[in-house]
């Protein structure tokens, strides 16, 4: 079974300045998919940003990066120029990838970190 | 395009009562899930369907949980008695069949409070 873990259960940050979120997970699968996801108050889950295990490059989008070390199996996000609107609670998640036609696509989440953003 | 709709936003019951939770997802999207988050923790799956039939309820409390996706479409998760330890948020969520498997989204719960 997978497991995903976050260290932090808490951090903030200053407005406009860089935070990194922390997550490892554990698996024996070689293609996997790695997300990050912001819950804030009103409980939605919003996906951030993703990453596919065969890609070696990081993904990026806009402010949010990630550093994906598969070896170490590490998959840490990166906020720049943090926006009070940032403030949210945050989850690591694993998917397996597809195993049949059904596929199975059922996310695994960490236990989540609470981003503060001060002013 | 319409998100997954959830009803109702906010439940309180006593231990021992029933309670149902609805879930409508995004057309089209023939796969939907039901996760459950206590407070402070991850969302962990219970239950995935694939249009009306189930494809994963091993994390499911079968003695007490029970969920239902009739027509492919809509679905109902039912928690009959409850106990304290129900009290959660619970999670809908709709995918469609695609490969990189995007497209996964997500209501905005139902908190459940078992008193």
């Known amino acids: 079974a997978q497991t995903v873990t976050q260290s932090q259960p808490e951090m903030s940050v200053q407005e406009a300045e860089t935070v990194t979120l922390s997550c490892t997970y554990d698996?024996?699968?070689?293609?996997?998919?790695l997300f990050w996801y912001k819950q804030p108050p009103s409980r939605q889950m919003i996906l951030v940003i993703r990453?596919?295990?065969?890609?070696?490059q990081n993904a990026t989008e806009n402010r949010f990066s990630v550093n994906f070390q598969k070896a170490a199996k590490s998959f840490s996000l990166k906020i720049s120029d943090s926006q009070l609107g940032d403030t949210a609670m945050y989850f690591c998640?694993?998917?397996?990838?597809?195993?049949?036609?059904?596929?199975?696509?059922?996310?695994?989440f960490g236990s989540g970190t609470q981003l503060t953003v001060l002013p | 395009e319409a998100g997954v709709a959830q009803s109702p936003r906010y439940k309180i019951i006593e231990k021992r009562q029933s309670v149902a939770f609805w879930c409508n997802p995004i057309?089209?999207?023939?796969?939907l899930y039901w996760y459950q988050q206590i407070l402070g923790q991850g969302p962990k799956l219970l239950i995935q369907?694939?249009?009306?039939?189930?494809?994963?309820d091993s994390q499911l409390p079968k003695d007490r949980f029970s969920a239902e996706r009739l027509k492919g479409v809509d679905s109902t998760l039912k928690i009959q008695p409850a106990k304290l330890e129900d009290s959660a948020v619970y999670l809908c969520?709709?995918?469609?069949?695609?490969?990189?498997?995007?497209?996964?989204?997500f209501g905005s719960g139902t908190r459940l409070t078992v008193v």
């Open positions: 990453q596919e295990a065969y890609k070696q």
């Open positions: 057309s089209g999207h023939a796969t």
């Open positions: 969520a709709s995918s469609a069949r695609q490969t990189p498997p995007y497209g996964y989204t």
């Open positions: 698996t024996s699968e070689n293609n996997y998919y």
């Open positions: 369907f694939q249009n009306n039939g189930v494809v994963d």
């Open positions: 998640a694993f998917m397996r990838p597809s195993i049949s036609s059904g596929s199975a696509r059922q996310l695994t």
